[in-house]
């Protein structure tokens, strides 16, 4: 295990050295949902909880449900629940997308944030079963693991997803016809490279047009993060 620090600190996560890795991809996932206080979010795929953590620490009146199907995480990420001073406002369940717990009732959260598997059930497999599950389609694919997130949400209720940039039209196929108001931003690693991954945020029953933004440069020529990205990485910011 490693003992790692997000937020410059203000949150801790407990994380395997080896296997899937929370990085930087919860942080902004979490910047990006625009939750209030008294508000329900629901954390899908919620791994060792940074994503709901990370939430937790800018928006301390929301309540964090999340849900993830690999008991070691779901160990790790009720740990981090006490080490963070959350138990209360962040719960992590185990269960699976096709045989979900009985007590997650659709239509009960404000909000959904997710970071679904980025590789497609035919990719080849990671030698670590870990890391292969929580990055490859299983028996859910990307369309069902979606559509899940979608039924999760009260009328007009706020999903928000970062994904690969090269599985784009994946990702909206996915959500077509249930979503509108899509609003999508790309991720650029540094300026003039491709964008690596999107975020997009759309709202449940909304018939809005798309709108792509101009996106995030995350780092600067020499590696530091850029001041936008820094504000939101370290300082907690919203993602705006």
Same mark, same amino acid.
């Given at each position: 295990?490693?003992?790692?620090?997000?937020?410059?600190?203000?949150?801790?996560?407990?994380?395997?050295?080896?296997?899937? /890795?929370?990085?930087?991809?919860?942080?902004?996932?979490?910047?990006?949902?625009?939750?209030?206080?008294?508000?329900?979010?629901?954390?899908?795929?919620?791994?060792?909880?940074?994503?709901?953590?990370?939430?937790?620490?800018?928006?301390?009146?929301? /309540?964090?449900?999340?849900?993830?199907?690999?008991?070691?995480?779901?160990?790790?990420a009720r740990q981090n629940i006490?080490?963070n001073h959350c138990t209360g406002?962040?719960?992590?369940?185990?269960?699976?997308?096709?045989?979900?717990?009985?007590?997650?009732?659709?239509?009960?959260?404000?909000?959904?944030?997710?970071?679904?598997?980025?590789?497609?059930?035919?990719?080849?497999?990671?030698?670590?079963?870990?890391?292969?599950?929580?990055?490859?389609?299983?028996?859910?694919?990307?369309?069902?693991?979606?559509?899940?997130?979608?039924?999760?949400?009260r009328p007009k209720g706020c999903?928000?997803?970062?994904?690969?940039?090269?599985?784009?039209?994946?990702?909206?196929?996915?959500?077509?016809?249930?979503?509108?108001?899509?609003?999508?931003?790309?991720?650029?690693?540094?300026?003039?490279?491709?964008?690596?991954?999107?975020?997009?945020?759309?709202?449940?029953?909304?018939?809005?047009?798309?709108?792509?933004?101009?996106?995030?440069?995350?780092?600067?020529?020499?590696?530091?993060?850029?001041?936008?990205?820094?504000?939101?990485?370290?300082?907690?910011?919203?993602?705006?």
């Amino acid at each position: 295990m490693s003992e790692d620090r997000l937020l410059d600190g203000r949150v801790i996560v407990r994380q395997p050295v080896h296997g899937y /890795r929370a990085a930087i991809d919860p942080v902004l996932l979490a910047a990006a949902v625009t939750a209030g206080d008294g508000e329900m979010v629901f954390d899908l795929g919620a791994g060792v909880g940074a994503a709901a953590l990370c939430l937790a620490a800018r928006v301390g009146g929301c /309540r964090v449900f999340g849900l993830e199907m690999q008991p070691p995480l779901v160990g790790l990420a009720r740990q981090n629940i006490d080490l963070n001073h959350c138990t209360g406002r962040v719960e992590i369940m185990i269960g699976n997308l096709a045989a979900p717990p009985p007590r997650l009732a659709p239509g009960s959260f404000h909000h959904v944030m997710t970071n679904p598997p980025f590789h497609p059930g035919d990719a080849p497999p990671s030698p670590d079963p870990g890391r292969d599950a929580a990055n490859r389609e299983g028996a859910v694919d990307l369309v069902l693991w979606m559509r899940f997130a979608v039924a999760m949400l009260r009328p007009k209720g706020c999903l928000v997803t970062i994904y690969r940039a090269d599985r784009l039209d994946d990702l909206l196929a996915a959500v077509r016809g249930k979503v509108g108001d899509i609003s999508l931003t790309p991720l650029w690693p540094k300026l003039g490279r491709p964008a690596k991954r999107v975020l997009m945020c759309a709202r449940k029953g909304s018939h809005g047009p798309l709108t792509l933004n101009a996106g995030l440069v995350l780092h600067e020529a020499d590696g530091r993060y850029t001041g936008l990205a820094d504000d939101i990485l370290r300082r907690g910011a919203p993602f705006s």
